[in-house]
């Protein structure tokens, strides 16, 4: 399948699946005749909303309309009460992106993972693929051991998934493997072309049925202050606010996250205390 075909059959998937989680009497829609034999609004009921053919947009959801314009596109986004995450995915997938500034990871890595180093709290250089390129000290003790994994395996997405460690580490797990496996979606659709990805997407989706049923459900999300516990051996329960900076020099697949601990803990305190800082 090309790219293009790979593209629109996305696109549709996601279309639908939005589609289903809407409840047609919170936007005012009658039940119409009949029960519905499927969550969520029809399709003409989309199409009426976004003021589009029942057909082209019937086209759209099975991958077979040809060049969706922008405006159309922000129709349907609307009539699907889309977020601006979600919306930028669709037009991304209908090939109405804004081209990035070409940078080299590697020319700019080793300046980078000098700057990672000065950083106090855990802090880690990854990819949109969640490979993570380089760490700091303190994440390395906290987050994962990362210098005795296999570079194959370094990956945030694989280690929350297939680490019993990281499973029994991460406090709120199923939280926090819902928000993974949406960034991932998102990432994974920008990045098609990218073999590498497809080929870590494949391994969750055949390692792992947690990971399957959330890829399901096309859920997408931006970085974001996204909360996290990690039990230590030792300290007990650390609790952190993760904060990406999501470009590095202007270059899209790369991206820092700090662990900042929760003022409203005990947890910089306890890291000063167990030398984890």
Not at 35 to 56: K, Q, Y
Not at 180 to 203: P, Q, S
Not at 240 to 255: C, D, E, L, R, V
Request: glycine content about 4%.
């Amino acid at each position: 399948m090309s790219i293009e075909k790979e593209k629109a059959r996305l696109l549709g998937d996601f279309l639908k699946s939005r589609r289903e989680r809407l409840n047609p009497s919170d936007l005012g829609l009658p039940d119409g005749y009949g029960r519905r034999r499927t969550p969520g609004l029809r399709r003409e009921e989309v199409a009426h909303l976004a003021h589009v053919s029942t057909t082209w947009y019937t086209w759209l959801e099975q991958g077979r309309a040809t060049a969706p314009s922008r405006q159309v596109l922000d129709s349907v986004a609307q009539a699907l009460q889309l977020s601006e995450n979600e919306h930028l995915h669709i037009l991304h997938l209908a090939n109405m992106d804004i081209p990035a500034p070409d940078s080299s990871l590697e020319r700019m890595l080793a300046d980078i993972d000098k700057v990672v180093q000065q950083i106090r709290y855990p802090a880690f250089i990854a990819t949109d693929r969640t490979e993570v390129l380089g760490w700091n000290a303190a994440a390395g003790r906290v987050i994962c051991d990362f210098a005795a994994v296999e570079p194959d395996e370094r990956s945030m997405a694989w280690l929350v998934f297939a680490s019993p460690r990281m499973r029994e580490a991460i406090a709120n797990w199923e939280e926090y493997a819902r928000y993974t496996a949406a960034v991932l979606r998102g990432r994974y659709e920008k990045n098609l072309t990218d073999l590498a990805f497809r080929r870590l997407i494949d391994r969750l989706l055949h390692s792992f049925p947690e990971f399957r049923e959330l890829w399901s459900t096309h859920d997408i999300s931006e970085k974001m202050v996204a909360p996290i516990g990690f039990r230590d051996p030792q300290a007990g329960l650390l609790t952190f606010n993760t904060h990406s900076f999501s470009q590095i020099n202007g270059n899209t697949q790369a991206h820092c996250c700090i662990f900042i601990p929760d003022a409203a803990t005990d947890t910089e305190s306890k890291m000063r205390q167990f030398g984890l800082l």
